[in-house]
Structures are given as C-alpha cells and as structure tokens.
C-alpha cells in the first residue's frame, strides 16, 4: 500500500494506492477517505493517448517537429542561454510543480542564470492575496486551517465556488453546518455553492469593495470593532474611519446592486456571530483591484478582531495543488526564496546560502508581462500560457516572436505546443515523487505510484540537467528530490518565522507537516496588522451598447482547467459539458436564443462559439462560460491589477450573436 496526495487542487486529499486502485486515504487528516471524482480518476489520467513520450526540436514553429532527446535539446537550450542577455531569459512555471521543481528552477534562474523572471501562472491565481497578505498581515500566510470551519459560526464565502473548485472543503462544509455553521454566500452566480447557503448574496460583479467597505463602516459606525484589539495590535485605524466616513453608505450599497433588506439580513447575522471566517478565491482575486478587494475583506477580521482566534480568520482558498509551496520557495518573480524580498540584506542572505554572486536585487517580470518584454528564451513548464493568459490574440502574436520557446509538458495538446521550438516531455503525477503544500500550509509528499512511462524525465530532473550544461554542476549535484527539499528546508532558516525544518520528508506522504502552527501573531515589523482605505474606482472595462453584457469566466466541477488530464477521462464527462455559455432567460428571450441554441459570444478582442445553457441563476446581463471552454480567453480582456499584475478575467465587456435555432 503507498500512500500519496491528490494532484489536483488546493485541498490536497490523501489518497492511497494498492493493485492498481485509488482510494482515499481514512487516516488522512484533511479528508478522511474521502476523495471527488476528479481525484478518484487520477489514474485514468497518466496513461492516455495524449501523453507527450518524445523530446522534440524544430528551427520555426512552422516547421513540423522532429524526434530528439533531451540531451541534444538541453544542449541546444542552453547554448542559447549562453548567448542570451540575461533579462531576455525567462522561467514560465506553475502551482502544479513540485516543491522540489519549483526549487531548482528557482534556484538556477535567479541564483545561477541570473535573472529574476521567474514567474508562475499563480500571478493569474493568487497574486492579489499575496500582495494583500503581506501589505495587511506582514506576510504571504493563511492564518488559519480549513478545519476552523467546525469552530466558526458564520462562514462568508465570496467569489468562491467551493462546491466545484474545493470539493472536499465543501462537503466539510455541509458537515459544519449540520453543527450549527451558518453560510452566506456572495456570488453574481447562484452557484452550486449558493444552493447550500442561508444566506444567498446576488451582488454585482465587481463590487465587493463596496460590500466589505459597507461591513467595515458599521463596524466603526455602531461601535461594534473591537475597540481594545484594534488599539493595541492593529494601524491606520483613524485613516480608515476617516476614508469610509466620506463614503456614502446608499451609493455602495447601490453599486452592490443588492437591496437593504438583503444587506441588513445579512448584517444582523454577522453582528450576531461570534466567530466569523471569510473565505474567498478568484471573484475577488482576479480582478483590476483584486489586491484592494483583498484588503477591503481583509479589514473586516482586523476590525472586528476576528483573527489569529480559532474559528475566525480570513481564509485565502488556494486553487492549485503546490500554489502556496511554489510561493514558499520563491516561485514569483516579486519575491526571491523562502519568503524573502529583494531588500539588500535579503539578497545577501541568499545569496551566501546558494554561494552565488549572480542575484539581482530588481523583481523579474511578471508572467502576465513576460510576452510583452521582447524575450528571447522563454521555458514554461507544467503550464500553458496561451490558454490561460488573458486576450489571447495578442498573446499569440507575441509569443510567435520569441526565438526560443521551450515547452516541459506530460501531455501533448496544450494550446502552447503551438509556438514551442523544443517540446520536453515530464513525469506526471503518478509517476515521480515530491511535496507540495495544500492551501493550509500543509506539507505532504506525492509518491511514485507506479514506473515511469518510457524513462520519462521528472521536472527537476531536466531543470538539474539544464543547470549542468550550463556549467553548474556542483551546486545542482542532486541525486533525488529528497536532497534537495532537505538542501530547501535548510535555507527556511534564513527566514524567521518558516518552521519548515522540522518536517521529515520520507514520512510526509502518510504524517504531513503542517508550517506555521505556531505563529499566532501578525508578521509586519511592528507585530501589527495594517487597516488599509480603498475603495472601488470601478477600474474594469465597462460594457457599452454595442457589448452590453459582462462575462464571468470559472469552473466546473470535474474539469481540470485546459482539460489535458481531465477532458480525456470518461467518467469526468458525464457532471457537465465542456462547452456551454450561462445565460439569463430574460436576456436569453430578448435575443430570441433559446436553449442550446449556437451562439458566438465576441468582445473587442475576438470571440468564441458555444452553447446557450439557458438559466435564472446568473444575474441578468451577465453570462458565464467555464474555463473548460479552451478558447475562453480570445474574449477577455488583459488590464491587470496595478500592485499585483494579476488579470480582470471576471469582467469583460462581450455580445451574443444567435447563429442558429436549434
Ligand atoms: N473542478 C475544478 N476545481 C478547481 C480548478 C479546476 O480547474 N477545476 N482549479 C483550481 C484553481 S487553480 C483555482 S484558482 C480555484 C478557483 O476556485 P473558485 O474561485 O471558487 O472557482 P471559479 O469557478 O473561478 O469561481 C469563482 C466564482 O466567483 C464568482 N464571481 C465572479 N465575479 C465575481 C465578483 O465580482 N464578485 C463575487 N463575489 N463573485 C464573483 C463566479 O461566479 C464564480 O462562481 O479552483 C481550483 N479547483
Ligand atoms: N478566463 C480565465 N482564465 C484563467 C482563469 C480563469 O478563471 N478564467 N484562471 C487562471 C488560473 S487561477 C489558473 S491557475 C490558470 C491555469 O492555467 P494553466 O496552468 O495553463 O492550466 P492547466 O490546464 O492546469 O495547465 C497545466 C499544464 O501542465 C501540464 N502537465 C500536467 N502534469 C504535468 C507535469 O507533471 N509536468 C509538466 N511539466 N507538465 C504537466 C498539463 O498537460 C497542462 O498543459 O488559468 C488562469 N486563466
Ligand atoms: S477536493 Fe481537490 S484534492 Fe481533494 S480529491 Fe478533489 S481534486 Fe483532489
Ligand atoms: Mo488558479
């Protein structure tokens, strides 16, 4: 019997293995057995027909592909590294990588390569918490564990579909309820969620400044904060009450689009909860403020003192499986390892532990400004940019004139693989062995199931191999990722606060760590948090006559993102359809579209083909296709959030034209 974790999302499910069958590990802490039906396929995924087996290499990308190996194409990528000015090199990674991948790519692009862009597709994920954390809380760290929910007695999930995207934190959450947990939900969308709740909030997309600043400023108004809490450990206290004095209560409730009987219903539920813990995900993180809509929620647990106490916090849900481990070893280009920023004395101190003179002190590009920066390399690895990045034309046509673009991909249908020079196939999950952290700081370790298929590379394998030809043996001398997470662990010490030392890494897969259990105050310099004023400058692209609706993009519940484990398992293709196109039933009538009719939804920036799913529960003049839609991002537009550069794919301006009646 081995025991392993799920690769899928953020909850990190332990699942165990025997025979050739999958099943969910009783004794694990987080779900006790149970597992979703993404998580229960997670063989199904490894051996299909669209596993990428062979290195390939071409000159253009209209060329057809031509059979390699990796020693010849590491060669090649890396005599152009060589060549290359370093800030023209870049490392295109993701919340899926392992710990240990994430480390050594790390490692070698800022430590060794020398160039901070290094980036993740976690910056179209999470970087507007991160941001958040750090400015309010000292911090990019969850103060609390899923499990508070059984503590709590009032859950706010806002912007958040855990019924689809965090399955197994849903259940548990129908569990809490069952012992007296109340649940509002806060969503354009009257999601599967939003059907469990007690409260069902229908706020306007993109206004939940406004609902968190309206929270905050009867808070203060009623005297309900916690006047001792806020005097002694939190900041900016004057400034906030001042700035949300000047606002007007009516004109944000208006933007909310919600009626007061709503609000105060809701209102008196909070003032009646003694603990409280906000979760959220990407309707508030993917946004032109999503770093303010963070701080506004964010301001609520400061005020009220609802934090850093069992069963209240605010609690950032994680999406990818090693999202928050990829963060721990330095995965964004803001940011260099263990947390630690690009102030002098950080750079130092990284720099004595790598033993390198390489490190800049300037953040890399981001991975939402790396195509726009005229690069020559670019490596991407467990992701795929062009289905993800938003306003896809233009990504397209940048990507196409980079002279190298490298691809370190399991599978071989990604939307990428078009433009790539050199294809490397990896190890999938299953098949190589590492840790990752789940979306409350827990440590566990993915195992090797079964062989690997063909003598398949894993990620840190080829990263190693690339430092090697690079010259950098001895500090990549890494027999198996067990080393070096140990070499990982030892460095956390440069940071005060990282406990991490103390897991033990051959025992992860069955007793995981959990870091940061101890930390029971805020991590700014003067151990207080931070009240920030924002308020909402309405920042996203408006809708006009002509593209009068705001489309909403998101997930199914047994779909993996770009589908390529996902789309090819049958027994995930029965809960919904991969392309379809909410609609409300009165924008629905006017257009004269009736139920799966054809339609082509376009913006400014291009457009797709779907299917009308015809229904009330999406606010009307809203519609919503999920991500599962490959070309969803030819539709949306690529403003970014100002600190966090993370993109507003929630709010694009589109129309639907009816192609034809069924
Ligand atoms: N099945 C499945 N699960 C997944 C994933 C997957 O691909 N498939 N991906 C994982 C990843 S990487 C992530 S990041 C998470 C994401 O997890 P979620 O964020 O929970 O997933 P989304 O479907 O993007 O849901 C966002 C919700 O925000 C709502 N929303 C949109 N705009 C607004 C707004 O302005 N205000 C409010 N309040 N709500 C708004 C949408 O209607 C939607 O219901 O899921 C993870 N889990
Ligand atoms: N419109 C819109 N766009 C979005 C979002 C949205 O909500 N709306 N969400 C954003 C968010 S939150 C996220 S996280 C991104 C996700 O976007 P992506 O990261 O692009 O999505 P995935 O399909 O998960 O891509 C993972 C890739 O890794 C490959 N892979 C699988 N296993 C391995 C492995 O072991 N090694 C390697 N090297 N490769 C492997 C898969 O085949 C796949 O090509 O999308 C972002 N884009
Ligand atoms: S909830 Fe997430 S981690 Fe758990 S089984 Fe489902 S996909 Fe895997
Ligand atoms: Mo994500």
């Not at 339609?599 to 009330?616: D, F, N």
Request: with cysteine; net charge neutral.
């Amino acid at each position: 019997m081995i025991k392993s974790v799920c690769g899928y999302c953020g909850v990190g499910c332990g699942v165990e293995y025997e025979e050739n069958k999958l099943s969910g590990n009783a004794s694990y802490p987080i779900n006790r057995g149970s597992l979703c039906q993404k998580g229960a396929s997670g063989l199904l995924s490894i051996h299909p027909q669209n596993r990428l087996t062979k290195p390939q290499i071409r000159e253009n990308i209209e060329d057809d592909f031509i059979a390699s190996t990796y020693e010849e194409c590491i060669a090649a990528i890396a005599e152009k590294i060589k060549q290359t000015p370093k800030e023209k090199v870049a490392f295109y990674l993701s919340g899926q990588l392992l710990t240990e991948d994430y480390y050594i790519a790390n490692k070698l692009g800022k430590g060794f390569i020398g160039t901070n862009n290094v980036d993740t597709n976690s910056r179209t994920c999470m970087s507007s918490a991160v941001v958040a954390h750090k400015k309010s809380i000292g911090a990019d760290f969850v103060p609390l564990r899923m499990d508070n929910i059984f503590r709590a007695n009032l859950l706010i999930l806002a912007g958040a579909n855990t019924a689809e995207a965090h399955v197994i934190f849903h259940n548990k959450i129908k569990k809490a309820k069952k012992q007296g947990l109340k649940v509002v939900v806060i969503d354009p969308r009257f999601t599967e969620t939003a059907k469990s709740a007690d409260i069902y909030l229908p706020i306007r997309a993109g206004s939940d400044i406004d609902f968190f600043n309206l929270i905050s400023k009867r808070l203060i108004e009623e005297g309900l904060y916690d006047k001792e809490f806020v005097q002694n450990h939190i900041n900016n206290f004057e400034l906030l009450k001042n700035g949300l004095n000047e606002l007007s209560s009516a004109e944000m409730l208006e933007r909310t689009a919600l009626c007061s009987e709503q609000f105060e219903e809701f209102f008196s539920l909070y003032k009646e909860s003694q603990n409280i813990i906000t979760a959220w995900t990407m309707g508030l993180n993917q946004s032109s403020q999503g770093v303010d809509k963070n701080l506004a929620l964010i301001n609520t647990h400061l005020l009220s003192g609802k934090i850093f106490k069992d069963g209240n916090g605010p609690l950032s849900l994680t999406g990818q499986p090693n999202a928050m481990g990829g963060r721990e070893v330095g995965g964004l280009a803001t940011m260099l390892a263990v947390h630690l920023g690009f102030d002098d004395e950080s750079v130092k101190k990284v720099s004595n532990f790598w033993k390198s003179d390489k490190i800049s002190n300037k953040a890399g590009l981001s991975a939402t400004q790396m195509l726009e920066a005229e690069l020559e390399v670019l490596i991407i690895c467990h992701t795929d940019p062009i289905y993800h990045l938003p306003n896809r034309n233009k990504m397209e046509a940048l990507m196409q004139k980079i002279p190298l673009v490298v691809e370190i991909n399991a599978y071989e249908n990604s939307q990428s693989a078009k433009f790539a020079h050199i294809r490397l196939p990896s190890a999938p999950w299953g098949e190589k062995e590492g840790t990752q952290t789940n979306l409350d700081r827990t440590i566990t370790k993915q195992e090797k199931l079964g062989k690997t298929f063909q003598n398949i590379k894993a990620d840190w394998e080829i990263f190693k191999l690339l430092a090697w030809e690079l010259g950098y043996k001895k500090e990549f001398d890494y027999k198996n990722p067990k080393e070096i997470f140990e070499e990982y662990q030892e460095m956390t010490k440069l940071n005060s606060y990282m406990d991490i030392c103390e897991a033990s890494y051959d025992e992860l897969s069955h007793k995981p760590f959990v870091w940061g259990e101890k930390i029971k105050n805020f991590l700014t310099p003067d151990k207080k948090g931070n009240l920030f004023f924002v308020q909402n400058k309405e920042l996203s692209e408006k809708t006009t006559q002509e593209y009068p609706f705001v489309l909403l993009t998101g997930r199914t519940r047994d779909q993996w993102h770009s589908g390529t484990k996902s789309a090819s398992v049958p027994s995930l293709l029965k809960y919904k359809e991969l392309n379809f196109c909410e609609i409300h039933s009165a924008d629905a009538d006017m257009l004269g579209i009736k139920e799966g009719d054809e339609i082509r939804v376009a913006s400014k920036r291009g457009s797709l083909i779907t299917k009308a799913l015809i229904t009330e529960c999406i606010r009307e003049k809203t519609i919503f296709i999920p991500i599962s839609n490959r070309e969803v991002n030819y539709l949306t537009n690529d403003l970014l959030d100002k600190e966090s550069f993370q993109p507003d794919y929630n709010h694009s301006a589109v129309k639907i034209e009816r192609l034809y009646k069924k």
